[in-house]
């Protein structure tokens, strides 16, 4: 079975000031980690991928899978980030799992 | 209209009514997912269906019967529901593999 963990229901940050999202999961299989955004009044969309090794709009994710992690982080934030987001994991069916979420609101 | 389409948006019912919702997908994938969210739960994974046929039903109850007549369609038809099943149900659609799944807006159920 697989799990994905995001202990941060709610995450308040300044703008200017870094961000980290975690995200921790479990899975017996090589797992492929997704992060999925909500903006506002819009609809649940990916953000980026690890196989991708990416930067997307600021924000990087790394595997890690010593500690079994695979947290969101982005140096400055700004105020357009505030969102909902969910951290994900495909198992070997193909089929995805998401996390809880976690609100980030950036204060102005 | 491009994207994933969902129909109703909001839909109110009582535990004896029979209704369906419908998902729609205009952007060529061969791949449409049923998920469940609930208030302070993770999404839940009901339905996938791949070339049309069901590849994952992770262990949903009867009263909820998905139907995917093609690879742009896929219905959820909803029967002596409780109040429990209360919750937004999302259409998503991808290509097979990808891990990119295209949501919906959702469709908010409402049982009484």
């Known amino acids: 079975a697989q799990r994905v963990t995001q202990p941060e229901k709610l995450l308040s940050v300044f703008k200017g000031a870094p961000v980290e999202l975690k995200c921790n999961y479990s899975y017996s299989g090589s797992p492929e980690l997704f992060w999925y955004v909500q903006y506002s009044r819009q609809r649940l969309q990916l953000l980026l991928r690890h196989i991708s090794r990416e930067s997307i709009k600021g924000f990087t994710a790394d595997l890690n899978k010593g500690e079994t992690s695979f947290h969101l982080k982005k140096p400055f934030a700004q105020e357009e980030d505030s969102a909902m987001y969910y951290c994900?994991?495909?198992?070997?069916?193909?089929?995805?799992?998401f996390g809880t979420g976690t609100r980030l609101t950036v204060i102005p | 209209e491009t994207g994933v389409t969902q129909t109703p948006r909001h839909l109110v019912m009582g535990m004896t009514n029979k209704k369906s919702l419908k998902c729609e997908q205009h952007l060529g994938h061969n791949a449409m997912y049923w998920y469940k969210q609930s208030a302070k739960k993770p999404l839940e994974l009901m339905f996938v269906?791949?070339?049309?046929?069901?590849?994952e039903n992770n262990s949903v109850p009867s009263r909820f019967s998905p139907e995917c007549p093609n690879s742009s369609h896929l219905f959820l038809h909803l029967h002596t529901l409780q109040p429990e099943d209360s919750a937004l149900y999302l259409c998503a659609s991808s290509q097979y593999f990808s891990g990119e799944l295209f949501f919906g807006e959702g469709s908010r159920l409402t049982v009484l």
């Open positions: 269906y791949s070339l049309e046929e069901r590849v």
């Open positions: 994900a994991l495909k198992n070997g069916a193909n089929n995805l799992f």
